[in-house]
């Protein structure tokens, strides 16, 4: 039997199944729109759950919809060493955000079954549910519920664009499961990510060991003025909605222009209730987020935002509503966990440097109740969250190399 020291993953095995996946969901621009509980997030569901289960692993699903497939160790009385990400994508998303994670767990599976390699502890794999809380927001949905952070209620209540309940929705394509959500433990969660930046491609190194993951706050903004005729309105006397939630959003901008270069500030849905081009727009909802490693910093960029919106609400002679919607502070990883990883990557002989996540990822919920670091890769030019979105193989089987012997070395040591 191959001891845990030489062991390596089937590079062209995962490449092929992240490629015949992205078929699952595949946009004419070469991506995946596979948005979360969706018939197509079912059909991507059901291969992974089949393809676990042909390796003689157990696969159970929460009341979430967070799928686990469990490989038996020698010591089925110990809680599993853990890897996965999530299978859902944005609407314009590509073939590997989540995807590698979790298909680079199903290859460890696969790795160890065929070697034959028993490990200590039992190995699983998870699928977790909204990752990326593009339909239903916030994201890292089920991993939040996980954590124990989110409410499952909110959670089932939750309505996408057309009024559908998350609940029904996960219902519907049949995986509400049993176990209630957060009772499945483990001993330590380890997850395999694109960077999504642009970073380790500059710099020319393999791995990223990532040490902290940024803080987020999300927000619903809501700008209410008045319908009134284009024509017949002269400017002193409009209540322009439209024109407000522009100055809103220029704000929003210019104040993480100001935290530059750690900070970030978006606006990603922009709507006007009934646009009409000779009415002058009375109602207008769009969307805010803030990214930074500390805390401190969005607490201050928080302040600037309900300040700007205030005095352009005065301004404008408009009422400006922005809610907080989601607050999740900056991450921490396991330091254990990432010196797992850092000596998989050194003995597997990688480039690397330590890196904080831009991105949310379920391992930053996880990383509240379980020892849980992460792994990133390369994205060409840093892009993500776009179709164009691609990766090399050798990063791919890289990254994937270095989640299985960070998960034996773990599994090594236990007791
Ligand atoms: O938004 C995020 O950071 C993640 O990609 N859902
Ligand atoms: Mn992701
Ligand atoms: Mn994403």
Redesign the pocket.
């Known amino acids: 039997m191959q001891s845990q020291t030489n062991l390596t993953i089937n590079d062209q095995r995962l490449w092929d199944t992240l490629m015949e996946t992205a078929k699952i969901g595949a946009t004419p621009k070469g991506g995946i729109k596979r948005l979360t509980v969706t018939d197509l997030d079912r059909q991507v569901r059901d291969w992974f759950k089949a393809q676990c289960e042909a390796l003689g692993c157990t696969v159970t699903v929460d009341d979430m919809g967070n799928m686990y497939a469990l490989r038996p160790g020698k010591r089925n009385d110990l809680p599993p060493i853990a890897c996965g990400s999530h299978l859902d994508t944005?609407p314009t998303g590509g073939k590997f955000?989540g995807v590698l994670g979790v298909l680079s767990g199903l290859e460890v599976l696969r790795t160890l079954h065929d070697t034959g390699y028993e490990t200590e502890a039992p190995f699983m794999v998870v699928n977790w549910t909204n990752?990326?809380?593009?339909r239903f927001a916030p994201?890292?949905l089920a991993s939040g519920v996980y954590c124990g952070t989110l409410d499952k209620d909110m959670a089932y209540n939750l309505t996408d664009k057309d009024g559908i309940r998350f609940g029904d929705a996960l219902a519907e394509i049949g995986y509400k499961g049993d176990a209630p959500c957060g009772a499945q433990k483990f001993s330590h969660f380890f997850e395999l990510h694109i960077e999504?930046g642009p970073i380790l491609e500059a710099e020319d190194k393999t791995i990223g060991v990532v040490t902290h993951g940024q803080g987020?706050r999300w927000y619903d903004c809501h700008v209410t003025g008045r319908e009134s005729h284009a024509g017949t309105t002269p400017m002193p006397l409009r209540k322009d909605a439209l024109v407000a939630a522009a100055r809103v959003i220029t704000a929003i901008n210019d104040i993480a222009e100001a935290s530059a270069p750690l900070a970030v500030g978006t606006v990603g849905v922009l709507d006007i209730r009934e646009p009409s081009r000779n009415v002058i727009p009375g109602e207008v909802t769009f969307t805010a987020?803030f990214?930074h490693p500390e805390d401190a910093v969005l607490d201050v960029m928080d302040k600037a935002l309900a300040e700007a919106g205030a005095k352009i609400a005065r301004m404008e002679n408009v009422d400006v509503e922005i809610k907080p919607i989601w607050h999740y502070p900056a991450v921490n990883f396991d330091p254990d966990c990432v010196a797992a990883v850092r000596q998989a990557t050194e003995d597997m002989g990688y480039s690397y440097r330590e890196i904080v996540s831009?991105?949310?990822?379920d391992a930053c919920y996880v990383n509240r109740v379980t020892p849980t670091s992460m792994v990133f890769v390369p994205c060409k030019d840093g892009i993500?969250?776009n179709e164009i979105e691609d990766a090399k193989m050798e990063h791919c089987a890289a990254g994937a190399n270095v989640l299985l012997r960070a998960m034996l070395a773990v599994d090594q040591r236990v007791s």
């Not at 831009?358 to 990822?361: E, S, Y």
């Open positions: 944005q955000d990752e990326e809380g593009s994201a890292m999504q987020q987020e990214r831009g991105a949310g990822h993500s969250h």
